[in-house]
């Protein structure tokens, strides 16, 4: 979930510059402003919708001129924690992309760093943790997330809010299992071989770690609801490293803790990668919204949650550096796939990749509202 500024886009002079934060960002948005009867949230309940909603995750951020401007002499956590700044950059791409969401520029690594971890987002790597955790006194170093430890998101959500107005907030957390491998590794991993080792070496302390992480995201995104995000994402980025046995011993239950703690009041996506296997167990785990990723059709996804939940996705984040008729023959394919889920909201199967011609992110946008 790091952002790295070392890239170069197309020059900023493409950023439109008529467009205020709180114009509609479609033509169809409800006249009462109200972002629970836009089309993401509608879409994410199952309803209809005028048009298949879109949002990218990583749209704020590294791919954009205006985002690198901003951020300079600032480093990622610093940003994180200061509201006037999130709400800068959470509103860059709705701006100039005209997407139907805007999520909250984090990090999930923030209420880790809020309760007194040691942690750091380096540049090129990702998050690194000071001191790994490995034994059970290394958990008493995490404390439980309280709203007193993370002011500043309240604040940014606030300002948001008033900021967007009809157009939806999506708040996220990292998932149980994701935060723990990078606490247990120290930083990012390919293997995840301490993780594993420690998830069946030591299963007591694995279920009490995670059960803290539990604790800390559903906190941390109950606080982002309770401040009016809309919807909520919980990533579990790399939970596609486990074999199924191994997720419905170890990690659902407590995927499922933060999930159905939160409750439904407002949708929940719950999104991860390389998880085809896990699909049907993780939208099971109480989500409104199963994230796909590119490696799995969304006709494959919704036979593999049974048809009862919406579905987002899934365009590879690579082929938006192809010409452009093969990226309007492949959003018009997955739009038309995405007919045959609940509800669907149009995403990548992945992030933005940082050198993403922003441009053509635009064009996506403006097709797939075409498309009705």
């Given at each position: 979930?790091?952002?790295s500024?070392?890239?170069?886009?197309?020059?900023?002079?493409?950023t439109?510059?008529?467009q205020?934060p709180t114009?509609?960002?479609?033509a169809?948005?409800?006249?009462t402003g109200?972002?629970?009867?836009?089309a993401?949230?509608?879409?994410a309940?199952?309803?209809a919708?005028?048009?298949?909603?879109?949002?990218?995750?990583?749209?704020?951020?590294?791919?954009?001129p205006?985002?690198?401007?901003?951020?300079?002499?600032?480093?990622?956590l610093?940003?994180c924690?200061?509201p006037?700044?999130?709400t800068?950059?959470?509103?860059q791409p709705v701006?100039?992309h005209?997407?139907?969401?805007?999520i909250?520029f984090?990090?999930i690594?923030?209420?880790l760093?809020?309760?007194?971890?040691?942690?750091d987002?380096?540049a090129?790597?990702?998050p690194v943790?000071?001191e790994?955790?490995?034994?059970r006194a290394d958990?008493?170093?995490?404390?439980?997330?309280?709203?007193e430890?993370?002011?500043?998101i309240?604040?940014a959500i606030?300002?948001?809010?008033?900021?967007?107005?009809?157009t939806?907030?999506?708040?996220?957390?990292?998932?149980?299992?994701t935060?723990?491998s990078?606490l247990?590794?120290?930083?990012p991993?390919k293997?995840h071989q301490r993780?594993?080792?420690l998830?069946?070496?030591?299963?007591?302390?694995?279920?009490?770690?995670?059960?803290?992480l539990?604790?800390?995201?559903r906190?941390?995104l109950?606080?982002?609801i309770d401040?009016?995000a809309s919807?909520?994402?919980l990533?579990?980025s790399w939970v596609?490293?486990?074999p199924?046995?191994?997720?419905?011993r170890?990690?659902?239950p407590?995927s499922?803790?933060v999930?159905?703690?939160?409750?439904?009041?407002?949708?929940?996506?719950h999104f991860?990668?390389?998880?085809?296997?896990?699909l049907g167990d993780?939208?099971?785990?109480g989500?409104?919204?199963?994230?796909v990723?590119?490696?799995v059709?969304?006709?494959?996804?919704?036979?593999r949650?049974?048809?009862?939940?919406?579905?987002?996705?899934n365009?590879?984040p690579?082929?938006?550096?192809a010409p452009?008729p093969?990226i309007?023959?492949?959003?018009?394919?997955?739009?038309?796939?995405g007919r045959?889920a609940?509800g669907?909201?149009l995403?990548?199967?992945?992030?933005?990749?940082?050198?993403?011609?922003?441009?053509?992110l635009?064009?996506?946008?403006e097709l797939v509202h075409?498309l009705?």
């Open positions: 979930m790091a952002r500024d070392s890239v170069t886009t197309p020059d900023s002079s493409a439109p510059t008529s205020t114009d509609p960002p479609y169809d948005t409800p006249a109200d972002p629970s009867q836009s993401l949230v509608q879409a309940r199952g309803r919708t005028p048009h298949t909603p879109v949002w990218f995750m990583r749209q704020a951020g590294r791919s954009l205006e985002y690198r401007s901003l951020r300079q002499g600032t480093n990622m610093e940003t924690a200061t006037d700044l999130v800068e950059i959470t509103l701006r100039r005209q997407v139907d969401a805007a909250l984090s990090d690594v923030v209420p760093k809020a309760v007194g971890l040691d942690i987002i380096v090129g790597t990702g943790v000071a790994p955790i490995a034994t958990l008493d170093r995490l404390p439980e997330l309280t709203p430890h993370v002011p500043y309240t604040d606030r300002s948001l809010v008033a900021e967007l107005g009809p939806p907030l999506i708040g996220f957390s990292g998932a149980p299992f935060l723990a990078y247990i590794e120290g930083g991993s293997t993780t594993k080792a998830m069946h070496g030591d299963p007591e302390l694995w279920r009490d770690l995670c059960a803290r539990a604790q800390i995201a906190t941390f109950q606080v982002q401040a009016g919807a909520v994402q990533f579990d596609g490293a486990l199924r046995a191994d997720y419905l170890f990690v659902e407590h499922r803790a999930l159905q703690g939160v409750g439904d009041r407002v949708p929940r996506i991860g990668v390389g998880t085809g296997e896990l993780m939208a099971a785990a989500t409104e919204v199963i994230g990723d590119f490696r059709s969304l006709t494959d996804a919704v036979q949650t049974g048809g009862r939940h919406a579905v987002q996705g365009l590879d690579a082929l938006l550096f452009w093969v309007e023959e492949r959003v018009t394919q997955l739009v038309e796939e045959g609940p669907h909201i995403n990548l199967g992945h992030g933005v990749l940082p050198d993403t011609d922003p441009t053509v635009t064009r996506v946008v075409s009705g």
